[in-house]
């Protein structure tokens, strides 16, 4: 029986997490969620009265509770999800993403060190089935931009270009720091951009079904021709099963499912697909530091784990655009109040 620390378990991929684990373990899962604008616990009714979970709404910056739920729940393992993660609101904003993803992330790995008692030599000889792991949910945007060649691999140096990306390249700088200094036995897992069910509509592809569904303006960033490597949230959850388990302490694992897009042919495909018209795509000024093309290289999870994605992003795709057209309720709560304010200010 392990006693599992899910951090963000409140947010689109977390969610989806929290669920997969209750779904295949018995594990007892703590749930740390701040539900900041992006936490939802309508994401997590199906399984909320589970007597194996708990939900806290909590800081990952906060010293004691973290501390307490350490002590209270005998915590072995922490999977780390919670961060502020939107580059428009980076841009906007650096400040609270150092605060959450960085100050956030080394006090959930001090806490792990003491509560843990390690020792630098731990580094050598821990394996998870035994003790303790700290994992890092992390991002293919800390490698920064591609151009129209070559893909990222774990030992790509990290050369981060927004607030939002530079504050998770130096959590992840901390995590393997601990693992150097004090044996904290952690793996990284570096993935490229999820979609999904239960996605917040700031991202591109839940806002495009949305704005689409109600016949308002497609906001397309520049020529709309940077890349993306598209991977179903769902896959992205088994492959941080796969890393939890099996992978190699103090290893970095990339995932990516092989799948690039330009944004241009996303937006098309979702009006297409929800029958309206092209007239509604509307070239907008792009992001500042705009990341022209992710593309990850798998090669290190799928050969040394075994994990592989389970869904075609055509399947994928078709899912998730049906799943919001039948989820309009979800959808409407949380686009009003403060997400309407937020977009009248990004999109005026
Ligand atoms: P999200 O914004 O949907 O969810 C983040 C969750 O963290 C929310 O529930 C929020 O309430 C919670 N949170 C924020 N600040 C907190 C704090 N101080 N203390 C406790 N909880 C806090 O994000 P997401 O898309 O689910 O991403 C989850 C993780 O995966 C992030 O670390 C992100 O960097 C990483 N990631 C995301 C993608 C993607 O495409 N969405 C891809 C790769 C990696
Ligand atoms: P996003 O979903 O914000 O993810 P990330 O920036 O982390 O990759 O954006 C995906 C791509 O879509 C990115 O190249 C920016 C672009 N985009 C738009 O063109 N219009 C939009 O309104 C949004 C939100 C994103």
């Known amino acids: 029986m392990k006693n599992i620390l899910i951090t963000g378990g409140a947010g689109f991929i977390g969610s989806q997490f929290v669920k997969l684990m209750l ?16 936490g939802n616990l309508e994401n997590l009714k199906d399984i909320e009265d589970k007597k194996n979970y708990t939900f806290i709404k909590g800081d990952i910056c906060d010293k004691v509770l973290v501390n307490e739920i350490f002590k209270k729940y005998e915590i072995d393992t922490v999977v ?7 580059v428009d609101r980076s841009i906007e904003n650096p400040e609270i993403f150092l605060i959450t993803n960085i100050l956030g992330t080394q006090n959930l790995l001090e806490n ?21 792991k700290y994992l890092q949910v992390s991002t293919d945007e800390v490698y920064g931009a591609l151009g129209e ?9 990290l050369n981060p270009n927004s607030p939002y990306s530079s504050s998770k390249a130096s959590a992840d700088m901390l995590v393997r720091a601990y693992y150097e200094t004090f044996g904290m036995p952690m793996n990284i897992t570096r993935c490229s951009n999820n979609y999904g069910p239960y996605q917040f509509p700031e991202k591109l592809i839940p806002l495009m079904i949305n704005n689409c569904e109600n016949d308002k303006p497609l906001p397309v960033y520049g020529d709309g021709m940077q890349i993306r490597d598209w991977l179903h949230v769902k896959d992205h959850c088994i492959a941080i099963d796969t890393v939890l388990h099996k992978g190699a302490i103090g290893e970095v694992y990339n995932i990516g499912g092989n799948n690039e897009k330009a944004n241009i042919d ?36 799928t050969t ?13 795709i078709a899912e998730t655009i049906q799943w919001y057209l039948n989820n309009k309720n979800w959808l409407e709560k949380i686009t009003s109040g403060d997400y309407m304010k937020y977009y009248e200010k990004m999109y005026k």
């Open 304 to 316: 040394q784990l075994g994990w592989s994605p389970s869904y075609t992003f055509e399947q994928g």
């Open 80 to 86: 780390n999800f919670a961060a502020e993660s939107h």
């Open 266 to 301: 996303i937006v098309k495909l979702i009006i297409s697909t929800i029958g309206k018209s092209e007239n509604l795509i509307k070239y907008v000024k792009d992001r500042p530091g705009h990341d022209r093309r992710y593309a990850i290289d798998n090669t290190k999870i």
């Open 23 to 38: 779904e295949k373990y018995d594990y007892n899962i703590i749930n740390l969620d701040l539900l900041t604008y992006a």
């Open 149 to 157: 060649e070559g893909m990222f691999t774990e030992t790509t140096p």
């Open 112 to 132: 792990a060190k003491k509560y843990w008692k390690l020792t630098p030599e731990d580094k050598y000889s821990r394996e998870y089935k035994d003790g303790v």
